[in-house]
């Protein structure tokens, strides 16, 4: 048949490497402690969900991390919201401080199926999760306001819903920088874990601080993960 060249150069561009087709790779679940694609904090272990983690910069030099600041609405007394990056030069005073963060999984049927009981919580690379800022007083106004989401101008803010699988603003996920040292965050347009869709990395939108989706891959922003003690 004629169509018969056409169905096998389909089938060879299909399988072509990802690094060359530029699609994001296959989600592979875990099935021991020890794999690969588990997020490690600086101690070499890998990240947990539920534990509480502070994300600095994967910057010689530079210290801080991941916080949260008040919107520019001329209303001082407003819950912060815009997830930004605060940071400054190794030794200036004061120095930057980050917020600690916690990562809640995306939950499947099929997770229950996993061979070690121990691995369920360990944070895979491009896993969807939620991330939440840590509310050390649960009686603050703005505890309920601890989640990320994207805005619709694809900043990050607070706000989101943990566990809301109908909400994509929801979600994230975690990468290995392939270019450095350190992890990116970005947000895929889906939640399936299998599915070869493009998927936009997060870096510094705006006035350099806010963190949001940016769609040339410019100023992207490499992260490590510290276990609080």
């Known amino acids: 048949m004629k169509t018969t060249p056409i ?5 060879s561009i299909s399988f072509l490497p990802l690094a060359i087709s530029g699609l994001p790779p296959l989600i592979r679940l875990p099935t021991n402690p020890n794999l690969i694609d588990a997020i490690l904090d600086t101690d070499g272990n890998p990240v947990v969900a539920g534990a509480k983690y502070y994300a600095i910069p994967a910057l010689i030099g530079v210290e801080g991390g991941i916080s949260v600041a ?15 990056i605060n940071v400054t030069l190794a030794g200036q005073e004061p120095p930057a401080v980050s917020r600690l963060l916690t990562f809640y999984p995306l939950k499947l049927e099929a997770e229950a199926s996993r061979a070690a009981a121990d691995t369920a919580d360990i944070i895979i690379e491009q896993y969807p999760l939620n991330v939440a800022f840590d509310s050390r007083d649960p009686s603050d106004p703005c505890a309920k ?41 970005n947000w895929w347009p889906s939640l399936c874990l ?11 939108v705006g006035d350099g601080h806010q963190l949001g989706i940016n769609y040339r891959d410019e100023a992207l922003y490499p992260f490590e993960f510290v276990k609080a003690e």
């Open 145 to 185: 306001e601890n989640v990320w989401k994207l805005n619709d101008e694809a900043a990050i803010v607070t706000g989101g819903v943990i566990g809301k699988e109908d909400d994509l603003d929801n979600w994230f996920r975690i990468q290995n920088d392939i270019n450095g040292r350190g992890y990116l965050f």
């Open 7 to 11: 169905i096998l150069l389909v089938l």
């Open 194 to 204: 299998g599915c070869r869709i493009g998927y936009f990395r997060i870096g510094t």
């Open 70 to 84: 008040n919107p520019d609405t001329g209303n001082p007394s407003a819950c912060p919201t815009d997830v930004v």
